[in-house]
């Protein structure tokens, strides 16, 4: 029996990553060329499609050395100091960042720059991450990064704290930080927290877990790179432990398909449409293979 392959209709894109690209793309046909400080999404076969029509990812510093060009920052968003050079160089920004991060970004700056407050700035996020890395620019380097409850020890428990979240992390690992920051903190001292994690990724987390439950096998599309990817796989699997991360078809073990009903295809916030449609489509060539 050919078993039933469902697309997951929730799965792809979110507005930010929309937007980031549809703005490269928009450039590339009016000049064919575009630079993209970093990965414009964390999918490298949808930034592969994209560097095909002529744009060129760079590095910050090969920002530091370009002049006179267009370079389109990401959703992920950029500390004060990228503009800086960019301005320096005169380089034309095309800013794609994420109206959610922008927001969260103006929040932490005005918070820094708030000379009433002693506080310490605390970010729940992943280390070295490109949205983490703009949230601290906006504190001169001040604020206190921590990604699990094992580094709350950078902390000072005795003075008072503002936390927030990268908006990609997931709602129950940031209300476990805050729980734990409330349970240890010193009486007295003032303790804030501000819920930034952006509902068009967190909402997806009951709808994928229901979505795996009611599928035999999961294929969960993803780049490597993805954070977002890495927390809605676990999910996945959480409920249906018969779900594999792949990048794209490629990676499709054939032996998988063997015996089951139903196979659901979904992924990331990053990850393209047309990457789960060509997983999806390949899964169907293989089972008409194997059914001769």
């Excluded at 795996?212 to 969960?220: I, K, S, Y």
Aim: net charge negative; hydrophobic share 35%; charged share 25%.
């Amino acid at each position: 029996m050919t078993p039933l392959i469902e697309i997951d209709e929730a799965s792809g894109f979110c507005f930010g990553v929309v937007t980031a690209i549809k703005k490269a793309e928009e450039e590339l046909e009016r000049s064919g060329k575009i630079y993209c400080l970093g990965d414009i999404v964390h999918n490298s076969d949808e930034v592969q499609r994209l560097c095909d029509k002529g744009l060129i990812t760079i590095t910050h510093d090969d920002l530091r050395d370009l002049h006179d060009v267009k370079v389109l920052l990401r959703a992920h968003g950029e500390p004060p100091s990228t503009y800086q050079i960019a301005s320096g160089n005169n380089i034309e920004i095309i800013d794609a960042t994420c109206p959610v991060v922008l927001q969260l970004q103006k929040r932490i700056k005005n918070k820094a720059a708030d000379p009433d407050s002693t506080a310490q700035i605390v970010i729940y996020g992943k280390h070295g991450h490109a949205e983490v890395n703009g949230l601290v620019g906006q504190t001169d380097g001040k604020a206190i990064v921590v990604q699990n409850i094992e580094e709350l020890d950078k902390i000072d428990f005795n003075r008072d704290i503002e936390f927030y979240s990268q908006t990609t992390k997931s709602l129950e690992g940031f209300n476990e930080m805050i729980r734990e920051i409330n349970r240890r903190k010193a009486p007295g001292t003032k303790f804030h927290s501000y819920d930034t994690i952006c509902r068009q990724v967190s909402n997806r987390v009951a709808h994928l877990r229901e979505f795996a439950g009611r599928h035999d096998l999961v294929l969960f599309v993803s780049g490597k790179k993805s954070s977002n990817g890495k927390v809605l796989f676990e999910e996945c699997k959480s409920v249906n432990p018969v779900t594999h991360l792949v990048s794209n078809a490629d990676e499709i073990d054939p032996e998988w398909l063997k015996n089951v009903k139903s196979i659901g295809v979904c992924g990331a916030t990053s990850t393209p449409r047309w990457l789960m449609e060509q997983v999806s489509q390949h899964v169907k060539d293989l089972i008409s293979t194997q059914n001769g």
